[in-house]
């Protein structure tokens, strides 16, 4: 296993994570307990949930492996998130002071923990003051309650609001941004990552495989079936499957994907994975893993080193759009344009 520091702060993670949103969902407990020995035999270390996750379900596990495995826990850096709604009450939702701390509360309940080192944000609130949010994340620094914080599914220019409004109070900075990001969704190129660059903010994808497409299961034209996201249930995510069925795109990666990993002896989701970790800004890849067998795979992409030319393919073939105003070449012109008075 290969370790980073948690972007610009001191602590060190694997840099693979493990996602745990199957958690008492399509996991039971004892597969999840499983799942949980196997990455931290493999030198794993670091943990992702939400309180959201079934429900809480999911911490509830992950609390009671912790209990059971002492010696691991002295390693593990643990995160979770908070935001989304855990009750039916108009406060039950958010990032105000009110909600959030009802919610770390009982993520530190559920968890079986005094301390959570990595606490973040599972969206933006429109409704709630940036100033009261940030506010509350430095106070539950200081109260030993949280070591960081950070950001999921924030836009470039939320994440660096947050930055400076932080930095003009004198509170703690965040340090991570959990975004989707994956070879079929590449578009937070535009802006989150040139924002968090700038920021010193490190990227803990999530959907690293593009929910499965990118691990070699689906062929074109030919509807998913088994045990699948999309083929488990005949009528979720088939909208989705139909939408990137047809574009030729998806399967310009794919092809890619298996090619270089045949030549590799590997699998399609660790050429992936071992694509992505690579990426600018990016501190460790969130694995989600049904299975065991799922996970001994995927984090088998550490050991994985791409050529030059493999991944200047993958980049090619993957590429974002970016040929319309204010990123193609209209817009570079727009930007590059002297200084008249007059635009």
Do not use: C
């Not at 924002?195 to 299961?217: F, Q, R």
């Amino acid at each position: 296993m290969e370790y980073r520091t948690l972007a610009r702060s001191g602590t060190v993670v694997s840099a693979q994570a493990l996602g745990t949103m199957t958690f008492g969902a399509e996991a039971d407990e004892a597969t999840s307990h499983q799942i949980l020995t196997t990455f931290a035999e493999n030198g794993g270390t670091f943990i992702d949930t939400a309180d959201v996750y079934s429900g809480g379900a999911s911490e509830q596990i992950i609390g009671r492996w912790l209990t059971a495995h002492p010696t691991e826990v002295t390693q593990i850096v643990l995160t979770t998130k908070g935001r989304f709604p855990t009750g039916t009450g108009p406060n039950d939702l958010g990032t105000s002071r009110r909600h959030l701390r009802t919610a770390l509360e009982h993520s530190l309940t559920r968890l079986g923990v005094e301390h959570i080192d990595l606490y973040q944000l599972h969206a933006w609130d429109e409704l709630t003051p940036l100033e009261e949010t940030l506010r509350f994340l430095d106070d539950a620094i200081t109260a030993g309650k949280i070591s960081y914080y950070g950001f999921s599914n924030y836009l470039g220019w939320q994440l660096t609001k947050a930055v400076h409004v932080a930095s003009a109070h004198g509170w703690a900075a965040p340090v991570t941004l959990q975004p989707q990001y994956n070879l079929l969704v590449r578009d937070i190129e535009h802006e989150i990552v040139p924002a968090a660059l700038d920021a010193s903010i490190g990227l803990l994808p999530w959907s690293p495989l593009a929910g499965g497409w990118l691990s070699g299961k689906y062929r074109r034209n030919v509807d998913p079936t088994g045990a699948t996201r999309l083929g488990e249930d005949p009528q979720r995510g088939m909208e989705a499957w139909e939408g990137r069925n047809a574009q030729e795109r998806t399967w310009q990666v794919v092809d890619a994907v298996r090619e270089i990993a045949g030549a590799h002896g590997a699998s399609p989701s660790q050429v992936a994975l071992s694509w992505l970790g690579a990426r600018p800004a990016v501190t460790s890849v969130i694995l989600g893993a049904r299975t065991v067998d799922q996970l001994v795979d995927n984090m088998a992409a550490t050991d994985l080193r791409l050529t030059g030319e493999e991944t200047q393919r993958l980049n090619d073939v993957s590429a974002p759009r970016m040929d319309d105003y204010p990123y193609g070449a209209a817009g570079v012109q727009q930007r590059d344009r002297p200084i008249t008075g007059t635009q």
